[in-house]
């Protein structure tokens, strides 16, 4: 009987063991491809701007968004459009794609995920930006997604000067 109870004590211990100190199976990612994306502000007097990074159709309706530089809820009803489609009443959740706001002039490296189904299809990135008690610059950059586009460097129209994509 004690040899019993010290195999199944073993044997739990074992298990526990396993379960606690390996790491769970990673998600296959094969479905997306991972961009970098270099931002770069204008140089303007004001407060921080809110950027968020969407995936809009050929309707310009959202997909999905990929990233939100902000992290402050309370000014997510600046960013309009994707305010009144995605984000108010917690459309997506975005704790793991939100990032803090840089100051202006700065730059920012980011990275998001690009389902590899909206790769060469009716689908925009979409940039869109906005400063409290300033302006909101709804397509302050749009570029389709094509391959060619996920390696490429586009001028902004708002608080954005550029943006540089690199594809993995």
């Known amino acids: 009987m004690k040899k019993y109870i010290i195999n199944t004590l073993a044997v739990c211990l074992t298990v526990f063991a396993l ?34 990074v969407s995936i809009v159709d050929k309707d310009e309706k959202y997909q999905q968004t990929l990233y939100v530089q902000g992290q402050d809820e309370e000014w997510y009803n600046t960013i309009k459009e994707w305010y009144a489609q995605l984000g108010k ?46 302006e909101y610059y709804k397509k302050d950059l749009e570029v389709a997604i094509t391959k060619e586009n996920l390696k490429g460097k586009f001028d902004g129209t708002g608080y954005i000067r550029y943006v540089r994509l690199i594809a993995n």
């Open 19 to 52: 379960l606690a100190f390996t790491s769970p199976k990673e998600e296959n990612n094969a479905d997306t491809a991972t961009v970098k994306c270099l931002l770069q502000l204008k140089n303007y007097t004001g407060k921080k701007p809110y950027v968020v």
């Open 89 to 134: 009443d917690g459309g997506e959740n975005i704790d793991a794609i939100s990032g803090a706001t840089i100051n202006p002039g700065a730059r920012a490296v980011i990275a998001f995920e690009i389902p590899t189904d909206k790769i060469g299809g009716d689908y925009k990135l979409r940039f869109e930006s906005a400063v409290e008690d300033q």
